[in-house]
């Protein structure tokens, strides 16, 4: 079992705040899945919630705060257990997880049953958007459809008139390639549904080659899309455009590297979006983990900035007080704005990113141009909290 | 149409010469020795891994092959040496649980070592870009250089089972061990020879797809079942076996994926056929398993007493 805890110690805090002293610490869980081949994306969005307590002192609204950390392995049924240990034994009053839609669907009865806030840095399944919506739990990161539909906007835009689509054969690559065709208004020349884990593209890259459409639309995941992506540099490609979600980014660019350069997926935050206290972030993440951020950590560090803020307002003793001001209290956001929906997903600001080598040597996505402003999710209208 | 067809008749070619340099050292270990290696994947992995580690700390792709393969060779006489020789005597099923601890321990080990995000390593100026072959399409050189490699490793295999003393050795310890042993052969050192030999191909297969694919921990595992597949159709211990059905497989697999679905059109409806072509795509190989073993219990070249 892997699990680890942080107590992190203000050194003087119980000087300057002598009534916090007393109280018992703030403690959250934060459940990702840090283990098997998809343990990157745990890593780096445990390591942004890391960094931002390391920022605050510590401390999360003025109170001491402890982390403690749990791997949810990607399998639903123990990320439940594990959830419920943290809520009820452990005594997390919020729990940041966790980075698959599956494992959310498998921890939100647990973690808002067991009195706990659950605060996702990454999924964002539509089951918790429209009726489904529930109070306690804050989705910081986007709902899944959305960056595939802003890349079909931008397809759009850009005037691709035939696109092809690839995506593994399975609910979520259906699912992605789905709110793609929502907003595409081109043609889609066929959808290439590709093995879970296939290793070879030659295939599908042939057929793409003989179809010469306007731009290809993947969604292929971890090594599938470092797989994929080299493989399209070296058919000779390159000169197709590459849009992508979930494909490129920087978890998988230090394995693409040169092959990836160019390719365009889109997102609420990267990591040279002009936006306060961004550069800082990434400089300190850089500094302290030797990699450059990815999107997971990000978000990862907008929760526990907006807990901070939250706890500030709001204190942790009144609950329905602490769910309000996690709702509507202004924090400093990597993201340069930040607000929630009535179902407490996101309502932001998407752009169109690109491939590029930083200076240090480094490669990240890089802003390109506001896609779509303020975007609300597809079923925010079906939720009736309140 | 016709260009298309060859062209992925040329990929499923490159995918299975692949697959063979992978299976190769698995049936040598398995139809010699009478040995399961379920780790035989995680070897392919950390030949990846080592040729990241060493193609990086050099700089250059040559020299990072060299050194990688010299590893493997190395981790295969240690791990012969500390693990394996303990349990060529023990039954199959112990095999199986001790091969895959193993599995789990090194890969766990390789993500403490290199971290869990996926590695690149930069294909050599040499060997990148792609050559024309018909109208748009293009076939990127360093698949070719695949191809040659993989058929060089082959032909070198079987000029190694065919005309040397150690061929004679491997072919006599395949079809009777206890006799082998009986002559005067020292068979706990022609084990290891054959066990370091098994690692070293498969830590090579590693090493030459390190360019084209992602390197990862969970690299090993998706290539090992497809590896099995290919021993069972070939007939288990047997090289030339490993090689047909690694071509078999592997060009079943590409051609049926892309022209399953458009040969289905020809008998039914379209919206039909695209849906009975993705659900047979991932069974193809299998149910190509099935047929080759239905005809042939023992595999395309197993021996039929064992």
Redesign the interface.
């Known amino acids: 079992m892997m699990k680890s805890t942080m107590t992190a110690l203000a050194l003087g805090a119980t000087a300057l705040a002598p009534l916090s002293a007393l109280a018992e610490p703030v403690k959250v869980g934060v459940l990702m899945t840090l283990s098997g081949p998809p343990a990157v994306l745990g890593e780096h969005a445990r390591d942004g919630a890391l960094l931002a307590l390391k920022t605050l002192g510590g401390t999360l609204g003025g109170q001491e705060a402890e982390f403690i950390i749990a791997d949810a392995e990607g399998k639903p049924d123990i990320a439940a257990q594990k959830a419920r240990r943290l809520v009820e034994s452990d005594g997390a009053a919020f729990v940041i997880g966790p980075i698959f839609s599956n494992v959310m669907a498998a921890i939100a009865g647990p973690v808002t049953e067991g009195g706990a806030f659950l605060m996702s840095p990454n999924a964002g399944p539509s089951v918790f958007a429209g009726e489904g919506c529930n109070p306690d739990i804050f989705v910081v990161s986007y709902q899944n459809d959305q960056p595939d539909q802003v890349m079909g906007e931008y397809a759009n835009s850009a005037g691709y008139g035939s696109v092809v689509l690839i995506a593994p054969n399975y609910q979520a690559g259906m699912d992605h390639l789905g709110g793609f065709k929502r907003t595409y208004e081109g043609t889609v020349t066929t959808e290439l549904l590709t093995q879970l884990g296939q290793l070879d593209y030659s295939a599908e890259l042939a057929q793409i080659a003989a179809f010469q459409p306007d731009a290809v639309y993947a969604f292929l995941p971890g090594g599938m899309g470092v797989n994929f992506v080299k493989q399209y540099a070296q058919a000779g490609l390159s000169g197709i455009p590459m849009m992508s979600s979930f494909t490129t980014d920087e978890t998988t660019l230090p394995a693409m590297q040169d092959a990836a350069l160019g390719m365009f997926s889109s997102g609420s935050w990267a990591p040279d979006l002009d936006a306060p206290g961004n550069a800082e972030f990434v400089e300190a993440f850089v500094a302290e983990y030797g990699r450059v951020p990815a999107s997971y950590a990000a978000y990862a560090y907008d929760a526990v900035m907006l807990m901070d803020a939250a706890i500030a307002e709001a204190g942790t003793e009144d609950r329905d007080a602490l769910r309000d001001a996690l709702k509507t209290v202004d924090f400093p956001t990597v993201r340069g704005k930040f607000a929630f929906g009535q179902n407490q997903f996101p309502v932001q600001d998407f752009y169109l990113t690109e491939v590029v080598q930083r200076e240090d040597g480094a490669y990240a996505t890089s802003a390109k141009e506001l896609v779509v402003a303020d975007y609300v999710d597809a079923y925010a209208g079906a939720c009736a909290a309140e | 149409m016709a260009n298309?067809f060859l062209?992925?008749l040329l990929?499923?070619a490159?995918?299975g010469i692949?697959l063979f340099l992978v299976a190769a050292g698995l049936t040598l270990v398995f139809g010699i020795m009478d040995f399961i290696n379920l780790a035989h994947g995680v070897l392919y992995m950390l030949g990846a891994y080592l040729m990241a580690m060493f193609a990086l700390s050099t700089g250059s792709f040559w020299l990072g092959l060299a050194l990688a393969l010299g590893a493997t060779l190395v981790v295969g006489l240690v791990l012969e040496w500390l693990v394996f020789r303990r349990l060529y005597d023990r039954p199959h099923l112990d095999q199986v649980l001790a091969t895959f601890a193993l599995m789990m321990i090194l890969s766990e080990g390789v993500?403490i070592l290199w971290?869990?995000?996926?590695?690149?390593v930069?294909?050599p100026e040499l060997l990148?870009?792609?050559v024309p072959l018909a109208?748009?399409?293009?076939?990127?050189v360093?698949?070719i250089a695949i191809i040659v490699a993989g058929l060089a490793t082959a032909l070198g295999l079987w000029a190694m089972i065919t005309r040397t003393r150690v061929g004679m050795l491997l072919r006599a310890g395949a079809s009777n061990r206890p006799m082998v042993a009986a002559l005067g052969t020292d068979i706990s050192k022609f084990f290891m020879l054959v066990f370091a030999l098994g690692a070293m191909l498969a830590g090579f297969a590693g090493a030459l797809v390190s360019?084209?694919?992602?390197?990862?921990?969970?690299?090993g595992d998706?290539?090992l079942i497809l590896t099995f597949v290919v021993i069972v159709i070939g007939g288990v211990g047997s090289v030339k076996g490993a090689f047909a059905g690694a071509l078999l497989v592997g060009i079943t697999d590409?051609?049926g994926?892309?022209f399953g679905p458009i040969w289905l059109k020809m008998v039914m409806d379209p919206a039909a056929a695209a849906q009975a072509g993705?659900v047979l795509?991932?069974m193809l190989i299998y149910l190509l398993m099935a047929a080759i073993l239905s005809w042939r219990p023992n595999g395309l070249f197993g021996r039929s007493t064992r």
């Not at chain 2, 971290?115 to 690149?120: C, D, F, R, T, V």
């Not at chain 2, 360019?211 to 690299?219: E, I, K, N, T």
């Open positions: 298309l062209l992925q990929n499923g490159q995918f692949l993500k971290g869990s995000a996926p590695l690149n930069a294909m990148s870009g792609s109208g748009p399409l293009r076939y990127p360093y698949r360019p084209v694919l992602s390197v990862d921990p969970g690299m998706q290539i590409t051609v994926r892309i993705r795509a991932p």
